[in-house]
T-cell receptor, first 113, second 111 residues
């Protein structure tokens, strides 16, 4: 049973560019959440998708957007990249009935230069 | 809003018991979770307390006291592989499945 997978594992972008990160949830999970984790900090909630809709959003600007597909996989898009967007981006999946137990993927390490 | 506070670092020796505390300020939440994260790895779920009291899962136990706005993770029979960062996380009421994480506690287990 594959767990949560994310791609790519590492990415280097230039300020002002756009990036798309991808996530496939654990089998049987229908809910996907995205988090940003800066070095030495706890993960910060970006948003959550359920039934292809954004269910909840954290304090992130509109430059951060997402999508969930019918197969429950998800994308995170970040436009107009800033140096401060450099972080580990984590995807977590869960079932709508047990949101407290979220399964995290290995993350995408984004570096903005 | 919600905020959770944890000690930044804890050091202990192999075989010992260590407690990692988490104090929080919240307007209401469903429960408190604990996650472990090794360097460069994915956070992994350890434990969840929806109700006050102790939850035991093998060498790990977690405790919650809503009246004291306090919880802790207890690790017994420490092993070198337990060296990692540990995060408490709350799930606020009426905010879907959003988790709010503390800043994390880096545990170093010495031989």
């Amino acid at each position: 049973d594959a767990g949560v997978t994310q791609s790519p594992t590492h990415l280097i972008k230039t300020r002002g560019q756009q990036v798309t990160l991808r996530c496939s949830p654990k089998s049987g999970h229908d809910t996907v959440s995205w988090y940003q984790q800066a070095l030495g900090q706890g993960p910060q909630f970006i948003f959550q998708y359920y039934e292809e809709e954004e269910r909840q959003r954290g304090n992130f600007p509109d430059r951060f957007s997402g999508h969930q597909f019918p197969n429950y996989s998800s994308e995170l898009n970040v436009n107009a990249l800033l140096l401060g967007d450099s972080a580990l981006y984590l995807c977590a999946s869960s079932s709508a009935t047990s949101d407290y137990e979220q399964y995290f993927g290995p993350g995408t390490r984004l570096t903005v230069t | 809003g919600q905020s959770l506070e944890q000690p930044s670092e804890v050091t202990a020796v192999e075989g010992a018991i260590v407690q990692i505390n988490c104090t929080y300020q919240t307007s209401g939440f469903y429960g408190l979770s604990w996650y472990q994260q090794h360097d460069g790895g994915a956070p992994t779920f350890l434990s969840y307390n929806a109700l006050d009291g102790l939850e035991e899962t093998g060498r790990f136990s977690s405790f919650l006291s809503r009246s004291d706005s306090y919880g802790y993770l207890l690790l017994q029979e420490l092993q070198m592989k337990d060296s990692a960062s540990y995060f408490c996380a709350s799930r606020p009421r009426n905010q879907g499945g959003k988790l709010i994480f503390g800043q994390g506690t880096e545990l170093s287990v010495k031989p």
